[in-house]
């Protein structure tokens, strides 16, 4: 079982709301990332991080914004949450270009 | 454009039987190929990889092939059980990119019955 840990696992909140997911490993890898997937649809990359005070954007325009300020560490806000934010929201990481381990998730609703 | 295709989009069996899961893509220059499992509301769990040389790997009851020619692959589940239930995704890596960059397929939905 990989050391990645998201929280929370659930979240409900309401428009215009600032939130940020947490998401840490203990493995000391490097390369980081978040997923966002809808029921039945495939992941799309949002943001990753090739280590500390790296971030770069994914394949998926996303409002949100990351920060790597610790190797262990990579959060992720939304300053003004909308409905459309409505989502499953995976973080991910790995040692080089070897397997990418999730984290369990966090379901966001914004009503 | 680099694809992950994967059918059937949602398969149910009965406890016991065997299913096998497909999964055709385009990615190039292709890197290696992962089956996933997602249990509902969890993170995708890996059960195999295979680069371009390896044409089966297996890890219990799931066996994964590869075709690199046809770019096809294949899961192969034997002998099910109510845990198997879950969605599995095929997910490639492309070489081209100091990321490795993967792609996802949607998953197929495994639904294993009593």
């Known amino acids: 079982e990989a050391d990645i840990y998201q929280t929370p696992r659930y979240l409900v909140i309401g428009t215009g709301k600032k939130i940020t997911l947490e998401c840490s490993q203990t493995?000391?890898?490097?390369?980081m990332y978040w997923y966002q997937q809808d029921p039945g649809m495939e992941l799309h990359l949002i943001h990753y991080?090739?280590?500390?005070?790296?971030?770069e954007k994914g394949d998926l325009s996303s409002e949100s914004t990351v920060s790597r300020i610790r190797t262990e560490h990579f959060p992720l806000t939304l300053e003004s949450a909308r409905p459309s934010h409505t989502s499953q929201y995976l973080c991910?990481?790995?040692?080089?270009?070897?397997?990418?381990?999730f984290g369990p998730g966090t379901r966001l609703t914004v009503l | 454009k680099n694809q992950v295709e994967q059918s059937p989009q949602s398969l149910i069996i009965l406890e016991g039987k065997n299913c096998t899961l497909q999964c055709n893509y385009t990615v190039s220059p292709f890197s290696n190929l992962r089956w996933y499992k997602q249990d509902t509301g969890r993170g995708p769990v890996s059960l195999t990889i295979m680069t371009f040389s390896e044409n089966t790997k297996s890890n219990g009851r799931y066996t994964a092939t590869l075709d690199a020619d046809t770019k096809q692959s294949s899961l192969h589940i034997t002998a099910s059980q109510l845990s198997d239930s879950a969605s599995y995704i095929c997910v490639v890596s492309d070489r081209g990119s100091t990321l490795g960059r993967l792609y996802f397929g949607r998953g197929t939905q495994l639904t294993v019955w009593p």
């Open positions: 991080s090739y280590g500390v005070n790296s971030t």
């Open positions: 991910a990481s790995s040692e080089g270009k070897d397997t990418q381990y």
């Open positions: 493995m000391g890898h490097d390369k």
